[in-house]
Nanobody
């Protein structure tokens, strides 16, 4: 079982940047695809970005693909989400999740989730 801990959230003005980190325990972390998801108040959790086990494949939600970058460092058991040009509509709790196999945009196929980190973008 992989345990995940997100960090790096906070309050930022529109146009600003944040880098989220998803740290994992467990020696098999490098075998997992990782996804970032977010959930705003009153809304369903939605896909943001995902990355394959070796970083060779990356996928993004259309509205973030020119602003966010997902990456990973398997030597540090960490996946990052660099978020630039943040907008108020990016405000949400951001969570990471892992699964064996290909990265996916579907919430339901991920096996383990972190607790999430709050991102608030002021206008």
């Amino acid at each position: 079982q992989v345990q995940l801990v997100e960090s790096g959230g906070g309050l930022v003005q529109a146009g600003g940047s944040l880098r989220l980190s998803c740290g994992a325990s467990g020696r098999t972390f490098s075998s997992y695809a990782v996804g970032w998801f977010r959930q705003a108040p009153g809304k369903e959790r939605e896909f943001v970005a995902s990355i394959s086990w070796n970083g060779g494949s990356k996928y993004y939600k259309e509205s973030v693909k020119d602003r966010f970058t997902i990456s990973r460092d398997n030597t540090k058991n960490t996946v990052y989400l660099q978020m630039n040009s943040l907008k108020p509509e990016d405000t949400a709790v951001y969570s990471c999740a892992v699964r064996f196999g290909a990265p996916s945009m579907s919430v339901g196929v991920y096996d383990s989730w972190g607790q999430g980190t709050q991102v608030t973008v002021s206008s």
